[in-house]
């Protein structure tokens, strides 16, 4: 099966170029070619027509050769866009578009994440990636720069991941893997359509040891997409997933002496806090959705969405008991129940040369949170005393409107604009005679527009300007804290307000490869930032305004039929325009330390670069390299630390064989081949100097795969 998809990939390239910064695809041959396409603008269309800055990764490029755990795993290509493993599964990947995100502790923030179409970025702008079961992901398109506002509160890029449309017989799928430090994944998957009905099923189970000590995880994957054709011009699609981290050990960041420079330095050691207080996550999380698309007529379409989840975790931090004294302190464990749904209302009209998107979007969500003390007596690490009981609740009801229009052959004119509107409302019910009640509620707003064009200087060179304003409100868990140590949620928070330009270039110079080459600035009023971090709590803070500004260059390559590659680079430079003060330790009455006008924003690094060179010929043998390299990341507002730059080299043999309607296959993976002491990441303005999360040395992966076509 893999064989003959990527046998398709081949014969289409020579006839349609390969998508922008999208390593060679795979899919079944079938007679009747279809166009690589993206809808991460809500419309169908090429990649290289659009104007903006948008890739595609298809399912079969984002696993081979790889170890298919993160989905960090293959979004390196992607220019502009940082995904980096913690080696800490309570905390989730990593993930900034252009320097947005780059601050959150855990989770992403600052970019919207949807799963077939669900949002899995909540109405306030928290989201997590961790429901992804990559080994039935059919596509990921990354969409950044001006357009990405059009979806709404934080978007500073917007990521869009698909389950496999399923096609042709009945599959099914298995594999295994090894490797080191423990690491077992067992996967299954069975996709096909019969008359009107498809279906993609998946389900995996992942455990590790961990690189670090007290690094240990299981997490359970589940997916299920089911299409029903209603009728010729009705589609039903049926969506549901579910995750679950029976238990995530927490391991905390290191200090650089605990890391690199003491004399007792170990990359794979832990704080003695994480644990004394047993620090851990467990997560469960199941959710589903339905899609249905109606063509009124020829030109005229509906589609309806609508969803409901419910996501639990209990999450123990290492908050000193000492601190815990203080009365209005919420404690150190959290426990929070979360039920979110929502509904997606679109039409679309569409003509020879134009097309009108309008639509509404509605979510909500409803949050339980308790907090308790993570002691009983001397003993740490356990449920205590309750501190903090509140139900907090958000919605946002937003208006959407996107237009297109190409007055020539050579011109592409899009506008849109999008009302965004988010509530924020909190009850209070853990009141005592020292713990006020603190019950509240913030509204936030925004009208944001976005204008874009685009000239086919010739069919094989076109290039691009857009336009547009963005906004970002805080969080819940961004509210949840005070600095000052104050109970109740932090309701002085404003939403930050930016405005992006980009111009760009999109060429393909001869047969069989395909340049990007985008330059863009965003300026930010209100930039929220973190002013304390301490045990793994963060409290924020507004800071003035910020400035990004970039330069991103991707290229695919077809060198033969069987030779593939790709390099994509990045940078840029994110600074503060306005000095603030910000504060060093916790509680902070107010803040008292001078961040200077002109820092670097921390968690960004300047330049990014990435390549890879694959020979995957139809059958037998196939290889590839991967090389990253990244500059040097500032880990706090004051800039007097940073994490080193690196470059690392990676390699994988595997070997395809077909035995009539079995497809079989083995993988050989190492990564960090130079065994590399680095950062994978950093936790930005740990009040502790925590802010290393080391990588792994040296490791290898061995896996085996085995597919049946019926």
């Known amino acids: 099966m893999k064989t003959q998809r990527f046998a398709h990939t081949t014969r289409r390239t020579a006839l349609a170029l390969v998508a922008a910064s999208a390593t060679a695809q795979a899919a079944p041959a079938p007679t009747v070619l279809e166009p690589v396409v993206v809808t991460a603008t809500r419309s169908e269309a090429a990649p290289f027509d659009v104007p903006a800055s948008i890739n595609r990764i298809d399912g079969e490029a984002l696993r081979a050769g790889r170890a298919q755990v993160n989905i960090s795993e293959g979004l390196g290509g992607v220019p502009g866009l940082l995904a980096r493993d913690r080696q800490n599964y309570a905390q989730d990947v990593q993930i900034s578009v252009r320097g947005f995100g780059a601050r959150a502790s855990f989770g992403i923030r600052g970019v919207r994440v949807y799963v077939d179409d669900i949002p899995a970025t909540l109405p306030d702008g928290q989201g997590q990636i961790t429901n992804v079961e990559l080994g039935t992901v ?123 420079t003491g004399p007792q330095a170990d990359p794979r050691g832990v704080d003695p806090s994480a644990l004394s207080f047993n620090t851990r996550k467990t997560m469960q999380q199941t959710q589903g959705g339905l899609v249905l698309e109606h063509g009124i007529d020829a030109a005229n379409t509906l589609r309806v969405m609508v969803y409901q989840g419910h996501r639990t975790t209990t999450q123990f931090q290492s908050i000193p008991v000492a601190t815990q004294a203080n009365a209005l302190h919420p404690g150190g464990v959290i426990d929070l129940a979360r039920d979110y749904q929502g509904v997606d209302l679109r039409w679309r009209w569409k003509g020879a040369t134009a097309s009108v998107i309008a639509g509404i979007a509605a979510d909500e969500l409803s949050e339980h949170r308790l907090g308790y003390q993570n002691f009983i007596g001397t003993t740490l690490g356990v449920q205590g005393a309750l501190r903090r009981d509140e139900t907090n609740h958000v919605a946002n009801a937003d208006l959407y409107l996107q237009a297109e229009w190409r007055p020539t052959p050579a011109w592409l004119l899009n506008a849109g604009v999008r009302r965004a509107k988010v509530d924020f409302r909190s009850t209070d019910a853990y009141i005592t005679k020292t713990n006020p009640d603190d019950s509240g509620a913030a509204s936030y707003s925004a009208t944001l527009p976005v204008l874009g064009a685009s000239y086919a200087v010739s069919e094989g060179l076109h ?248």
Request: aromatic content about 10%; hydrophobic content about 40%.
């Open 138 to 260: 059919g596509r990921v398109e990354v969409l950044r720069g001006p357009f990405s506002a059009l979806y709404g509160n934080s978007s500073g890029g917007v990521i869009s991941i698909y389950s496999e449309n399923p096609v042709g017989p009945p599959r099914l799928d298995a594999s295994v893997g090894f490797g080191s430090d423990g690491l077992k994944r067992v996967a299954a998957a069975a996709s096909g359509r019969s008359g009107a009905i498809g279906y993609t099923l998946g389900a995996s189970r992942f455990e590790t040891d961990g690189y670090r000590q007290h690094s240990a995880t299981e997490r359970r994957l589940g997916n299920a997409r089911l299409n029903f054709k209603l009728g010729s011009d009705t589609q039903l699609t049926v969506i549901a997933n579910s995750v679950e981290l029976p238990e995530a050990q927490d391991p905390l960041g290191l200090t650089r002496a605990q890391w690199l």
């Open 463 to 710: 290039v691009y300007a857009t336009a547009g304003k963005g906004f970002e409100t805080p969080t819940l868990n961004e509210l949840a804290y005070r600095a000052s140590g104050a109970t109740g949620l932090n309701f002085g928070l404003q939403a930050s307000v930016s405005r992006s330009i980009e111009t760009g270039l999109k060429a393909r110079p001869w047969s069989g490869a395909e340049l990007t080459l985008a330059l863009f600035e965003t300026r930010t009023e209100h930039e929220i930032v973190t002013q304390t971090n301490v045990g793994g709590r963060a409290t924020y803070q507004n800071a003035g305004a910020t400035r990004r500004r970039g330069l991103e260059a991707a290229g695919a390559f077809q060198l033969s039929t069987s030779l593939q590659a790709q390099v994509a680079a990045t940078w840029l430079d994110a600074r503060y325009r306005d000095g603030f003060l910000t504060c060093t330790a916790t509680p902070c009455a107010a803040a008292n330390t001078q961040v200077a006008a002109d820092n670097r924003i921390p968690g960004i690094a300047r330049t990014a670069v990435y390549g890879a060179l694959t020979w995957q010929p139809a059958g037998g043998w196939r290889f590839g390299v991967e090389g990253r390299s990244l500059s040097k990341v500032y880990v706090n507002d004051l800039n007097n630390d940073a994490a080193p730059g690196y470059a690392t080299l990676a390699a994988h043999a595997g070997y395809q064989l077909s035995l009539g309607p079995w497809e079989l296959g083995a993988l050989l993976r190492v990564d960090n081949l130079a065994d590399r002491r680095y950062a994978g990441s950093v936790i930005v303005n740990d009040g502790n100097g925590r802010f290393f999360e080391p990588a792994p040395g040296r490791t290898w992966l061995a896996s085996a795969n085995a597919s049946y076509r019926f």
